[in-house]
């Protein structure tokens, strides 16, 4: 499965968090918002499509951080994973997502997120 995911960072040097329903795999985690990719699609066309469907955000500026490669149990996922450093609206829940939150880079261990998305706190 191939992922497009956004660090989106505010003007107070915060980061977008998302938390995932409960019903749903990795339920009640934190991620950084994103979703799959559409057959064909480009990752970077997936993150601004995915990133106006979950939270309602423009991205207006964005530049590519990494690849994360993470085998589960029962799939493997690659995140292709943007830092979006400038945005248009007010971030709200649009999808299944039960809560949001903006937390210091410094703040991030004290959430719980899914393996592969915890591979990239190291790298901001």
């Known amino acids: ?5 956004a660090v989106i960072f505010d003007a107070e040097g915060r980061i977008l968090l998302t938390q995932r329903a409960a019903h749903i795999d ?7 918002p994103g979703g ?4 064909g699609e ?9 990133v106006l469907e979950e939270v309602g955000l423009k991205v207006l500026d964005m530049a590519f ?11 493997n996922v690659t995140l292709h994973v943007w830092c979006v ?19 210091r880079v410094d703040d991030l261990n004290q959430y719980d997120f ?10 901001l």
């Open 1 to 5: 499965m191939r992922v497009a995911v």
């Open 26 to 32: 990795h339920g009640g985690r934190w991620e950084f």
């Open 36 to 39: 799959k990719l559409e057959a």
């Open 42 to 50: 480009q990752p970077s066309a997936a993150l601004k499509r995915e």
């Open 65 to 75: 951080l990494t690849d994360v490669v993470h085998d589960y149990a029962t799939k």
């Open 85 to 103: 450093t400038r945005f248009e609206g007010t971030a709200t829940c649009r999808e299944s997502q039960s809560n949001l939150r903006w937390v």
């Open 114 to 123: 899914p393996e592969a998305n915890q591979k990239i706190i190291p790298l």
